[in-house]
């Protein structure tokens, strides 16, 4: 009796390790292309010198697709500078790089917050966000039909954006723009998530939204499920064998 007690934790080892493996496991991209075709509600691009970087969302889950530069894409962003045609220049180094190899995807853990989340910031100013971790990254106006004079902040929090927008006439907010100093205005109901911050093309950037050091930047290749949970096995074989020869 005691043995299928033994067999029966084993067995449930064996399925929540391959249950964890499979929702840790990055969809697997052939190009930067293919990973934005299959984006959802939002993406965003961009990168460095020697990466390409995108970041999307798919079925509620957070992804950053990363490919590596040649140096055949680095002559591409060269000429863009010099050449006659600009458009076609950027077109030509846009195919190219977006139809390279994708050089690793992960899944990025940091989760934007929820509408409830973002509701609490009503009341607070742009300062005091400012002072909590918020980055600024840009205003403007968005008006409706219903409000014509809609002013809307977009602030960086983590891997995310938000649209938050503040309780200011359109004079008042010219106002504070021309003293370039908005800290006094105070956000008001109806902000939203609204994409990727430029934090999540940044590859010193953690999947958890925290920076780690120049030595840290490249993560490791997700391991495919089939791999993971061959690992799992192997450690439930160790562990019924430590027990029964424990038994003997």
Request: avoid cysteine.
């Amino acid at each position: 009796m005691r043995k299928f007690f033994v067999l029966m934790a084993a067995l449930m080892l064996l399925l929540s390790s391959a249950a964890l493996a499979e929702s840790q496991t990055a969809p697997q991209f052939a190009t930067l292309r293919e990973a934005l075709d299959a984006a959802g509600r939002f993406s965003i691009v961009g990168g460095d010198w020697d990466h390409m970087v995108a970041a999307i969302e798919k079925d509620g889950q957070y992804f950053r697709v990363v490919t590596e530069l040649d140096d055949r894409a680095h002559e591409l962003n060269d000429a863009i500078s010099t050449a006659e045609d600009i458009g076609a220049a950027f077109e030509a180094y846009d195919a190219y790089v977006y139809a390279l190899p994708v050089s690793y995807t992960e899944v990025l853990t940091e989760q934007p917050m929820t509408q409830e989340e973002v509701e609490t910031l009503t009341g607070k100013t742009i300062g005091e966000l400012q002072a909590e971790g918020y980055d600024y990254g840009g205003s403007g106006t968005e008006g409706t039909e219903e409000d014509p004079d809609r002013i809307v902040f977009w602030m960086d929090r983590g891997l995310f954006s938000y649209t938050l927008p503040v309780v200011a006439t359109f004079e008042e907010y010219e106002a504070a723009q021309a003293k370039d100093d908005f800290s006094s205005l105070v956000v008001r109901s109806g902000g939203e998530l609204v994409n990727f911050s430029g934090h999540v093309t940044d590859l010193s950037y953690q999947a958890d939204g925290t920076v780690k050091t120049e030595e840290e930047q490249k993560p490791e290749t997700q391991q495919p499920s089939a791999e993971v949970n061959e690992i799992a096995r192997d450690a439930v074989e160790r562990f019924l064998d430590s027990i029964l020869n424990r038994k003997n």
